[in-house]
């Protein structure tokens, strides 16, 4: 499913999160199949990658290896981990590289950072389908997948090591490791996040929230949804159709 058809896609439903500021009936569509299949593949092809990788860090973390068959197995499938986590971020990137555009939303987000980590979202500024600290993380993955995949062709000794001198090699590893360390960090921002806005995980285990959390989180996103919709389904907390 398209973005354009998920943002008419909006049905009536028992709401999916018990206990939201707004009781309310309403269910939006917030990712496909398609996409949600994306995600988790990709996610787990990054903890796969991950897990070898930390294998292959450390002498301390060799160990994992056992999860691979050995260190020669491992050896050979963490890059092949990685171009899995490449090709499946490259899905989510054609899917929604639209909708984590700056827009001038983002910028008084930011502004307002201090608010939101202070646990008032209320008080934030209407924000689009994501807002500036998701599309932050959907970027910089983006970036680092790069690199790392960029990186890991140089140091991938099976089927490029003819092709690069050893300082380069040197080089790639050390930054290789680097960004490693960097998406690490990025990835347990992530899963914090998801787990700290509740309601997030459902949306990507199921697809949908309710109305009164796409109202509380992602207030403009809603109202675009019921503007394209033209419908009833898509309800303030008043009741009254979202304008």
Not at 89 to 117: C, E, M, Q, Y
Not at 126 to 136: D, L, P, S, T
Not at 184 to 206: D, P
Request: hydrophobic share 50%; glycine share 10%.
């Amino acid at each position: 499913m398209s973005v354009s058809n998920e943002r008419r896609e909006v049905v009536k439903g028992d709401a999916l999160e018990k206990g939201d500021p707004v009781a309310d009936p309403v269910v939006v569509v917030r990712y496909s199949t398609a996409a949600r299949i994306n995600h988790w593949l990709t996610a787990g092809g990054f903890v796969l990658l991950a897990l070898s990788g930390f294998a292959l860090f450390h002498p301390s973390l060799y160990w994992l290896t056992g999860l691979f068959g050995g260190g020669q197995w491992t050896r050979t499938v963490h890059p092949w981990f990685g171009v899995f986590l490449f090709l499946g971020f490259t899905g989510l990137f054609l899917r929604f590289w639209r909708v984590n555009l700056w827009s001038p939303a983002d910028g008084s987000w930011l502004k307002n950072i201090h608010t939101f980590l202070a646990g008032d979202e209320d008080k934030m500024p209407e924000v689009g389908r994501f807002n500036f600290a998701q599309k932050a993380v959907f970027w910089w993955m983006g970036i680092l997948i790069l690199i790392m995949i960029g990186t890991g062709v140089v140091i991938w000794e099976q089927y490029f090591g003819a092709y690069t001198t050893l300082d380069q090699k040197r080089i790639a590893v050390l930054v290789h490791s680097i960004g490693a360390i960097v998406m690490v960090c990025i990835l347990i921002v992530h899963i914090y996040g998801a787990f700290w806005a509740r309601g997030t995980m459902t949306a990507m285990v199921k697809g949908k929230v309710s109305g009164g959390w796409a109202f509380k989180h992602h207030r403009m996103w809603l109202r675009q949804l019921a503007r394209s919709d033209k419908t009833n389904h898509v309800r303030t907390p008043t009741g009254t159709p979202a304008e």
